[in-house]
Structures are given as C-alpha cells and as structure tokens.
C-alpha cells in the first residue's frame, strides 16, 4: 500500500484549499517536495502567511495523519490522489480546478466508468417523483451507466436503489469522513450498496467535523463526477439546484423533468429548464439520445443482424425504427412510400408484436 502521509498532511495545512493546493502543486513537484523546502524558500512562495509556513516546519500536521492513516488500513479505505490512474479523471478535467487533489473511498465501484450520470433531488420526494426516478434508470438498465448520487434522503436514496434493482454501480457521494454515515436511516442502503460493487466517496477526513456547509461542497464533486447531471424534483432553493449550477459551470450536460406549475418540487426544476441551463427530458431514452449514447443492446442486434422474422411492410418500417431512433409517423413517411393510415396500421402491429414503442407526442422507437 502506497504512504500518502505528505499528500494527507498537505490537506491539513491551513488556508490551502483545493484549488491552491494545485497551484502549489504544479510549482512544486510533491506534496513530499513542500515540506521539506528551506525556511528561506517557503517566506518566498508564502510570504506574510506565516500560518502555513509554521504549520509545515513545525510539522504539527503529522500527530493527525498517523492516526488518519492508522483509520484508513484498518477499514481498507482507497486513498485516491488526483495524479494516481484510479483517481476519477472527470475531476481533472479543465474548469474543475476546484476538484480536491486527495478522495478516499470505500467499494469496488470504478471511478473512471465509460457512461456516468448523477441523479439529484429533493429530500421531501413525492411518490411521483420516486416514480420517475425509478422509470428513469429502469430505462438505463444494461447500458453499463454508473449511477451517481448524495445518499441523502428523497431523490437521491431512490437514485441508489434504482441502480441496484437495475444492476448498475452507484456511487455515493458523502459530505462527510467514512468513519460515520449521514443520514442513519441510509446505513442499510449504503451496506447492500457497498455489497453490490458500489462505492462510498468523499474528500473529508475523520478528523473534519460534519456541517451543513459541506453538504454544497460536497455537491461539486457530484457534478463533476458524471457526464450529465438529471434533476427529478427541486425547489427554487437547495442542493439539487446548486448541484445543477456546478454542473453547468462545469461544462456538463444538464436536463431536467418538468412539473405542474405551482408544485413546490417542481419549481427548480422548471426554472432551470425556462432558463435553458437544462434540457427538458421525459426518459431515459431523452438522456441517451442527447448524450449521443447508442444503446448496446441495439448495438449488438444491429452488428448480429438478428432482425425479427418480419415480412413486407412490417421489415420496412422496422428497419426504419431500427435506423432512426424518435421518429415520428410523418418521418417515416419520408423514408417509404406509405400512406400515414397504412404506417399508423402497420405501427400498431409492431407495438403488439412488442417490437416498437410509442412515446409522448407520438414518437415512435425500436424495442
């Protein structure tokens, strides 16, 4: 197991937050290299902020970092330093200066997955909006999406038990060190999450007392993980909408559902959408096309060319499906000669064929 008492004791010195941290860093060449420059050499990178000079050459850090680390080998917690190859490459990527150069996790979740997307959302849930959330990811079933969330109460616990009920891996995103879990009525959850090849992630140490602050902190790492970050329910204020401001800032893709106007929880959401921070969603399939994300179940039919026994009109307009993923009947009308009656018959027998299947507004899609 690699020592990493001078990248843990360099997130211990005061008044060097993650973003200095990395500055310093790329001036610097380790975190090994900081504390042992010369008296002279530190008054010139440091100047007047005679705090953290005295902080790295009286080496008060170190009492705290043993016992740190003495935590960390007991409970086999990964230690992630941002320029290891497991350390969440997302969290590199520019405009994420702010990411933190250490994170330590427990599970076996891969933190650099091929598809990530985090799911966020009110902790007061109505059953509407845990219905969406499950129908959302039941829609990312076999697509080797790794699903990440806060392990708070509401949206986020549902996020979670989606992705376990659908196989997926899940990460959850803890505003807090891993000596504890908050809040307690998730402990269960995070144990069969943990048991299922998921994972618990967080930048805190034991030693960092749990406020309400670090929950918004704690938010950016959420956004930055995934690709796309999925709002289901939000009030105008909260962490859900401060996870989706981050998220925008960061260059990532956004959607959101829409809700009734005048719905509490949907108030976040629906402003997000009008400003166009957000892309308006109704599924998952919305999310996999805008991502550009092919699904690799339609993947490998379409490389095995196992097409159903169809014949004459029915072959036509399958194949078209197959071809044009969200299409309407007037669409497929450019792509044959067909009546709009005849596409419309021919249509509802693949429905009951279970071979197609008809979204809001009339669109239509391969199964």
């Known amino acids: 197991m690699r020592d990493y008492t001078y990248e843990i004791a360099l997130t211990m010195l005061p008044g060097i937050g993650c973003h200095s941290a990395r500055q310093l860093l790329d001036i610097v060449e380790s975190a090994e290299a900081v504390f042992k420059m010369k008296p002279t050499e530190l008054k010139h990178l440091f100047g007047t902020h005679q705090n953290i000079i005295d902080a790295i050459t009286g080496k008060t850090v170190f009492k705290a970092v043993e016992e740190e680390m003495s935590f960390i080998q007991k409970n086999k917690i990964k230690t992630l330093y941002y320029t290891d190859p497991d350390y969440p490459q997302r969290l590199n990527r520019p405009g994420c200066e702010d990411s933190p150069i250490l994170l330590y996790s427990m599970g076996d979740a891969d933190m650099n997955p091929e598809r990530a997307v985090s799911v966020v959302g009110t902790r007061r849930a109505t059953e509407q909006g845990k219905e969406l959330t499950q129908s959302l990811i039941d829609g990312f079933r076999g697509e080797g999406i790794t699903v990440v969330s806060g392990l708070a109460l509401g949206i986020d616990a549902k996020a979670h038990e989606a992705a376990l009920s659908n196989g997926l891996p899940t990460i959850g995103v803890l505003a807090h060190g891993l000596n504890r879990l908050y809040p307690p009525q998730n402990r269960q959850l995070a144990k069969r999450m943990l048991k299922c090849g998921g994972s618990l992630l967080t930048e805190m140490r034991t030693d960092v007392k749990m406020t309400p602050n670090l929950f918004p902190v704690r938010n950016r790492i959420i956004a930055a993980l995934s690709d796309a970050t999925i709002v289901v329910e939000a009030s105008k204020k909260g962490g859900a909408l401060i996870t989706a401001n981050i998220a925008s800032g960061y260059n990532r893709d956004l959607f959101a559902f829409p809700g009734r106007i005048g719905d509490k929880y949907s108030e976040g ?93 009339k669109i239509y899609k391969a199964i």
Request: charged fraction near 25%; include cysteine; glycine fraction near 4%.
């Open 269 to 361: 959401c629906n402003a997000i959408i009008a400003s166009s921070k957000a892309l308006l969603i109704r599924d998952a399939d919305d999310v996999m096309t805008n991502m550009g994300w092919e699904r690799k179940s339609m993947k490998i039919r379409k490389q095995t060319k196992l097409f159903p026994n169809l014949q004459g009109d029915e072959d036509a307009i399958y194949k078209i499906l197959l071809e044009h993923s969200n299409i309407t009947m007037e669409e497929i009308q450019g792509f044959c000669d067909m009546s709009l009656p005849k596409i419309a018959t021919v249509l509802l027998s693949l429905e009951l064929k279970n071979l197609c299947r008809c979204l809001p507004g």
